[in-house]
Protein backbone atom coordinates (compact mmCIF):
# COMPACT_ATOMS: atom_id res chain seq x y z
CA UNK A 1 0.00 0.00 0.00
CA UNK A 2 1.15 3.39 -1.10
CA UNK A 3 0.53 6.17 1.64
CA UNK A 4 -0.31 9.93 0.92
CA UNK A 5 1.58 12.72 3.37
CA UNK A 6 -0.66 14.89 5.42
CA UNK A 7 -0.17 17.52 2.83
CA UNK A 8 -0.32 17.46 -0.69
CA UNK A 9 -0.51 20.63 -2.37
CA UNK A 10 1.61 22.39 -5.46
CA UNK A 11 4.38 22.63 -3.19
CA UNK A 12 4.74 19.09 -2.23
CA UNK A 13 3.25 17.17 -5.12
CA UNK A 14 6.25 16.30 -7.34
CA UNK A 15 8.60 15.52 -4.12
CA UNK A 16 5.42 13.34 -3.35
CA UNK A 17 4.71 12.29 -6.78
CA UNK A 18 8.30 10.65 -7.48
CA UNK A 19 8.20 8.97 -3.86
CA UNK A 20 4.88 7.33 -5.06
CA UNK A 21 5.78 6.09 -8.75
CA UNK A 22 9.49 5.00 -6.80
CA UNK A 23 6.57 2.70 -4.71
CA UNK A 24 4.65 1.77 -7.32
CA UNK A 25 8.11 0.29 -9.64
CA UNK A 26 8.66 -1.87 -6.02
CA UNK A 27 4.88 -2.70 -5.96
CA UNK A 28 4.57 -6.67 -6.46
CA UNK A 29 0.87 -6.34 -6.16
CA UNK A 30 -1.36 -6.83 -8.63
CA UNK A 31 -3.82 -4.17 -7.21
CA UNK A 32 -1.76 -1.11 -6.58
CA UNK A 33 -4.02 0.92 -3.50
CA UNK A 34 -3.27 4.34 -2.53
CA UNK A 35 -4.01 5.07 1.59
CA UNK A 36 -5.17 8.86 1.60
CA UNK A 37 -6.69 8.54 5.12
CA UNK A 38 -4.07 10.85 6.76
CA UNK A 39 -4.62 13.55 3.91
CA UNK A 40 -6.04 16.78 5.60
CA UNK A 41 -4.37 19.41 3.20
CA UNK A 42 -4.73 19.35 -0.14
CA UNK A 43 -5.14 21.20 -3.61
CA UNK A 44 -6.13 20.13 -6.98
CA UNK A 45 -2.68 18.78 -7.57
CA UNK A 46 -3.48 15.99 -4.96
CA UNK A 47 -5.88 15.01 -7.93
CA UNK A 48 -3.27 15.58 -10.43
CA UNK A 49 -0.70 13.24 -8.25
CA UNK A 50 -2.90 10.42 -8.13
CA UNK A 51 -3.94 10.83 -12.05
CA UNK A 52 -0.12 10.15 -12.77
CA UNK A 53 -0.09 7.32 -10.45
CA UNK A 54 -2.94 5.74 -11.63
CA UNK A 55 -1.91 6.05 -15.13
CA UNK A 56 2.00 4.10 -13.99
CA UNK A 57 0.20 1.47 -12.69
CA UNK A 58 -2.41 0.65 -15.42
CA UNK A 59 0.55 0.78 -17.70
CA UNK A 60 2.23 -1.79 -15.50
CA UNK A 61 -0.65 -3.95 -15.94
CA UNK A 62 -1.75 -2.96 -12.58
CA UNK A 63 -5.12 -2.05 -11.16
CA UNK A 64 -5.56 1.25 -8.72
CA UNK A 65 -7.70 2.61 -6.20
CA UNK A 66 -7.71 4.81 -3.26
CA UNK A 67 -8.92 4.40 0.22
CA UNK A 68 -9.56 7.35 2.72
CA UNK A 69 -10.04 10.15 0.02
CA UNK A 70 -11.39 12.94 1.98
CA UNK A 71 -14.56 13.89 1.07
CA UNK A 72 -13.50 17.78 -0.53
CA UNK A 73 -11.58 16.15 -2.60
CA UNK A 74 -13.69 13.41 -3.93
CA UNK A 75 -15.64 16.22 -4.68
CA UNK A 76 -13.39 18.34 -6.41
CA UNK A 77 -12.55 14.89 -8.77
CA UNK A 78 -16.07 14.77 -9.39
CA UNK A 79 -16.21 18.41 -10.08
CA UNK A 80 -13.31 17.71 -12.55
CA UNK A 81 -14.99 14.50 -14.01
CA UNK A 82 -12.36 12.48 -13.29
CA UNK A 83 -14.24 10.67 -9.93
CA UNK A 84 -14.62 7.25 -11.88
CA UNK A 85 -10.66 7.33 -12.24
CA UNK A 86 -9.85 7.41 -8.60
CA UNK A 87 -12.62 4.81 -7.35
CA UNK A 88 -12.21 3.71 -3.65
CA UNK A 89 -10.44 0.69 -2.44
CA UNK A 90 -12.93 -2.29 -1.66
Keep these: ?3 LPSELTHR ?3 ACLSM ?3 G ?3 HREPTVVVDATGL ?8 AVLLECRREAL ?3 K ?3 VQGLPTALR ?3 GLYGVGILITPAG
Design 1 to 3: MLV
Design 12 to 14: QAS
Design 20 to 22: LLQ
Design 24 to 26: LKA
Design 40 to 47: KAFDSSAL
Design 59 to 61: ASG
Design 63 to 65: SFS
Design 75 to 77: GMA
